[in-house]
């Protein structure tokens, strides 16, 4: 029994070698609640183990960490690998994904959603890493976020979106999502070990159900 599932695994390896990488989805990664998305250019899916090298890579940077709430620096393995044991444990947040491209399967950011206590209200956050900045991939990637959110969970009214004040970029791809400017406030920043200030951006339901096309937002 064990050489036939040894030979069936192999026979199953090697198909799957052949897949293009939306096609080589593992089956955990079909997730009712928080379904594998698929952009023009992005596979965007749960973490996992083959992700922490780049993970960790691409995270070790100032200029990522100091723009997030959450993210420690510096960010070694361990922090990797913790963070992907924590997305397995549904210890973060509601759904976290991995942002890779479609035409390699190369993990290049990450983008999540957190429900609030209202029942009727989540936050979406993102990052991405240096070398995939410019190039329209947050902006893609919070698209297929905000349309999964609102398309399959009836219950939810409206998303948030925080960025830092200096954070031009980040501001530029809430606005091109559609949400609208809400007021300035305070966040902590685990990198910094500090607040800072931060604007709040809310897109409601019947502001999405306009702007679905997205073409308006180009």
């Given at each position: 029994m064990q050489g036939e599932l040894i030979r069936v695994d192999q026979s199953r390896s090697t198909r799957e070698d052949q897949?293009?990488?939306?096609?080589?989805?593992?089956?955990?990664?079909?997730?009712?609640?928080?379904?594998?998305?698929?952009?023009?250019?992005?596979?965007?899916?749960?973490?996992?183990?083959?992700?922490?090298?780049?993970?960790?890579?691409?995270?070790?940077?100032?200029?990522?960490?100091?723009?997030?709430?959450?993210?420690?620096?510096?960010?070694?393995a361990n922090d990797a690998a913790d963070f992907v044991r924590r997305?397995?444990?549904?210890?973060?947040?509601?759904?976290v994904y991995a942002i890779t491209k479609a035409e390699n399967g190369a993990f290049i950011g990450c983008c999540g959603v957190e429900p609030h206590a209202d029942g009727r209200t989540v936050e979406i956050g993102y990052w991405l890493g240096e070398p995939f900045w410019g190039q329209g991939y947050t902006t893609e990637a919070c698209h297929a976020l905000v349309d999964m959110v609102l398309r399959t969970r009836e219950n939810i009214d409206q998303i948030d979106?925080?960025?830092?004040?200096?954070?031009?970029?980040?501001?530029?791809?809430?606005q091109k999502c559609g949400f609208q400017f809400q007021g300035s406030g305070l966040a902590a920043s685990l990198a910094l070990g500090s607040?800072?200030?931060?604007?709040?951006?809310?897109?409601?339901?019947?502001?999405?159900?306009?702007?679905r096309s997205w073409g308006a937002l180009s």
């Open positions: 897949r293009s990488p939306k096609e080589r989805l593992r089956p955990e990664r079909l997730r009712t609640d928080c379904p594998v998305l698929l952009s023009e250019r992005l596979v965007m899916r749960a973490p996992h183990e083959e992700d922490i090298d780049a993970l960790s890579h691409l995270a070790n940077n100032a200029k990522v960490a100091t723009m997030v709430s959450r993210m420690p620096h510096p960010y070694t997305t397995k444990n549904g210890e973060i947040g509601k759904c979106a925080r960025c830092r004040v200096m954070n031009i970029a980040s501001r530029r791809v809430i607040n800072v200030p931060v604007e709040w951006y809310r897109l409601d339901r019947k502001t999405w159900m306009s702007l």
